[in-house]
């Protein structure tokens, strides 16, 4: 196998994931595991750009990195005080819970590893706006305007929701 | 050349660090963010799915795409609810949080 750009910039991003989503799931500040989710993010999209999605890459920056974090980090600002950090878990219970993830994790990837893929690689090309758009917009076999329009109601009932739920009594 | 299993193996690590991040956690935000790690890898799943083996389809693409839409949703309900809560009890671990109604 020779080593070419492409698989050591998914090594760097393949590290960085992993890393950064072992601190946000471990670390005691959660004023961090929200920064470290960030960089989580910032990974995904770095996977999405690779793969030639660049639409979905910046959707998943502008809405996940830019919306829905700032929006966490809002929330622990209100609802934590300042030097907060997660109490000591009991003992049993974290290495029940470790050695659980850990087993299934090994069943997963054995499972995976042992099946064969058929395709190793993928063509390149970046998949054209105009294609997106005409799919997402279109009431035909393959058209997505129907998802579209009841994602758009599921937001008005989210934004309705949220404010219904958070104001003051 | 970069093997489909490769980015399955990342996806799959990514998963079961936010299965142990919701089961060891007790802080309700905290918990929020390792589920946002779960949607994450489920995308990325979808992603590689639709790019290596269905190239000429979308299903993959449009899923991701309005999973996203979805978990931004369903976060900001759960950070209201989670606002709410810290207004009625004065905090948000879960040990302190038998009952939902006041």
């Known amino acids: 196998m020779e080593i070419t750009l492409e698989l050591i910039a998914f090594i760097i991003l393949a590290l960085f994931i992993c890393v950064s989503a072992v601190l946000a799931a471990t670390t005691k500040r959660i004023l961090r595991a929200a920064t470290y989710l960030l960089f989580v993010l910032f990974g995904t999209a770095g996977i999405y750009f690779q793969l030639n999605y660049s639409f979905l890459g910046a959707v998943q920056l502008l809405i996940y990195a830019g919306g829905i974090t700032v929006l966490y980090v809002f929330s622990i600002l209100l609802t934590s005080s300042e030097g907060d950090k997660a109490p000591e878990l009991k003992s049993y219970k974290f290495i029940a819970g470790l050695v659980a993830t850990l087993l299934s994790l090994g069943v997963c990837l054995w499972v995976m590893l042992r099946h064969d893929f058929l395709p190793q690689h993928f063509e390149h090309g970046e998949l054209n706006v105009r294609t997106i758009g005409h799919a997402l917009m279109s009431a035909d076999k393959y058209g997505y305007v129907l998802p579209f329009e009841v994602i758009s109601v599921l937001l008005l009932a989210c934004i309705v929701g949220g404010i219904l739920i958070a104001r003051k009594r | ?102």
């Open chain 2, 1 to 102: 050349m970069i093997k489909m299993e490769y980015y399955l193996v990342v996806s799959t690590i990514l998963m079961f660090v936010g299965i142990y991040g919701f089961v060891t956690r007790r802080n309700l935000l905290a918990m929020l963010i390792s589920v946002e790690l779960i949607l994450n890898s489920v995308d990325i799943n979808f992603v590689v799915f639709n790019r290596f083996l269905f190239p000429e389809q979308l299903e993959g693409f449009f899923f991701t795409l309005f999973a996203i839409g979805v978990s931004a949703a369903e976060t900001a309900v759960a950070i209201a609810i989670i606002i709410n809560i810290y207004r009625n009890i004065r905090n948000i671990e879960v040990k302190n949080l038998r009952e939902m109604k006041w």
